[in-house]
């Protein structure tokens, strides 16, 4: 049986850092070995296709997802209904096979998930169900139950998430 990928969450209020962080963890597990698929949450619509083009009117036409095949990459174009509540743990069956770890940037409102809780200049962290560790600018300056570290620090960070979302490794 195949293993499913690991889950964890990188959250905080806009210009906090997280994407810096996602890149920073990725390239630390990367390292370490581990295949690491990233998800983005946006509040915000976005245009993703390009009207005129295949994939554009294929949607168009109705289609509920296409998928745009190259000899390098898949992307996947997915409707949503507005209505429908979509959790990052809806992701992990998207994940090629062989994931270890499927590091979601955003999703600040799911709960119960493991999360890294990113916090900018003179951020107190919230510290929501399933925080394991905060990345902080100003790690100093930061009390929580749980470990605090710079958000520059990737490895110690990568470590926290094997130990506490991953179970180990």
């Known amino acids: 049986m195949v293993k499913k990928p690991a889950l964890c969450l990188v959250c905080g209020y806009s210009n906090s850092g997280k994407t810096t962080l996602v890149e920073k963890l990725v390239a630390a597990f990367s390292a370490r070995g581990y295949l690491v698929?990233?998800?983005k949450?946006?509040?915000?619509?976005?245009?993703?296709?390009?009207?005129?083009?295949?994939?554009?009117?294929?949607?168009?036409?109705?289609?509920?997802?296409?998928?745009?095949?190259?000899?390098?990459?898949?992307?996947?174009?997915?409707?949503?209904?507005?209505?429908?509540?979509?959790?990052?743990?809806d992701l992990i069956k998207n994940c090629p096979k062989g994931t270890h770890l499927l590091l979601a940037e955003g999703f600040k409102e799911a709960e119960g998930l493991p999360r890294v809780e990113v916090l900018g200049e003179g951020q107190a962290p919230e510290l929501r169900e399933g925080t394991i560790c905060v990345a902080a600018a100003s790690p100093a300056s930061v009390s929580a139950p749980v470990p605090v570290?710079?958000?520059d620090d990737a490895q110690k960070i990568c470590e926290t998430i094997i130990e506490r979302a991953m179970g180990g490794g």
């Open 149 to 151: 570290f710079s958000r």
């Open 37 to 39: 698929a990233t998800a």
């Open 41 to 89: 949450s946006h509040r915000g619509e976005v245009q993703t296709d390009t009207p005129g083009k295949d994939t554009w009117r294929h949607r168009k036409a109705g289609a509920i997802a296409t998928f745009f095949v190259t000899g390098s990459e898949v992307v996947t174009f997915a409707s949503k209904p507005a209505a429908l509540e979509f959790s990052p743990k």
